[in-house]
């Protein structure tokens, strides 16, 4: 079966640091492109980054500068490290397989989601 | 501010059919990119619904379908059910953006 299950989440002072978890199981990581999207609450979905087969990254410009998407292939897990978090970015993160064509993406499966609340 | 401009809510009565649409522009939809919809029950991930503009994956219920024309997309539901009550996403891609999505429509089954 296909899954992912995200961990990581908590609550973090503003200015702080966090990394988020995705461990996948019934397909390889590293073979497909993985992005991670988040909902604040009561909010829509926002797309936060992308990593590629091939090891290019890509980022919203919201998260630019301050998260870092990486995969441990050994592990077949995905990683968001976020830093200087402010309170904007507390939310619902969600790590998803990103299947590409040439006419765009779909996120297909996603995680059950991890909740970041970034407050003092 | 979401790319994609979805009606906040929609509803309709069991058995009935319902649609909810998706406007973007030549950035994204209209520049070729195909719409994707996904179904959010309270509480819960967001789930896979249409692909590729009218693709059903496996399990999904013929009553769900979707279309695309020119910088919009329509989801249509038909043979409303309470199950179906949920928030509904639509989802493109962008040249300059990448991933995009709508700011969701609740549907309300009366």
């Known amino acids: 079966e296909v899954q992912l299950v995200e961990s990581g989440g908590g609550l973090i002072q503003p200015g702080g640091s966090l990394r988020l978890s995705c461990a996948a199981s019934g397909f390889t990581v590293s073979s497909n492109y993985m992005s991670w999207v988040r909902q604040a609450p009561g909010k829509g979905l926002e797309w936060v980054s992308v990593?590629?087969?091939?090891?290019?990254?890509y980022y919203a410009d919201s998260v630019k500068g301050r998260f870092t998407i990486s995969r441990d292939n050994s592990k077949n897990t995905l990683y968001l490290q976020m830093n200087s978090l402010r309170a904007e970015d507390t939310a619902v993160y969600y790590c998803a397989r990103d299947v590409g064509t040439t006419y765009g993406s779909w996120f297909d499966p996603w995680g059950q989601g991890t909740l970041v609340t970034v407050s003092s | 501010q979401s790319v994609l401009t979805q009606p906040p809510s929609v509803s309709g009565a069991p058995g009935q059919r319902v649609t909810i649409s998706c406007t973007g522009s030549s950035s994204n939809i209209g520049a070729g990119y195909d719409v994707h919809w996904y179904q959010q029950l309270p509480g819960t991930a967001p789930k896979l619904l249409i692909y590729g503009n009218s693709n059903r994956p496996s399990g999904v219920p013929d009553r769900f379908s979707g279309s695309k024309s020119g910088t919009s997309a329509s989801l249509a539901i038909t043979g409303l059910q309470a199950e179906d009550e949920a928030d509904y996403y639509c989802q493109s891609y962008d040249s300059s953006l990448r991933g995009v999505f709508g700011g969701g429509t609740k549907l309300t089954v009366l």
């Open positions: 990593i590629y087969s091939g090891g290019s990254t």
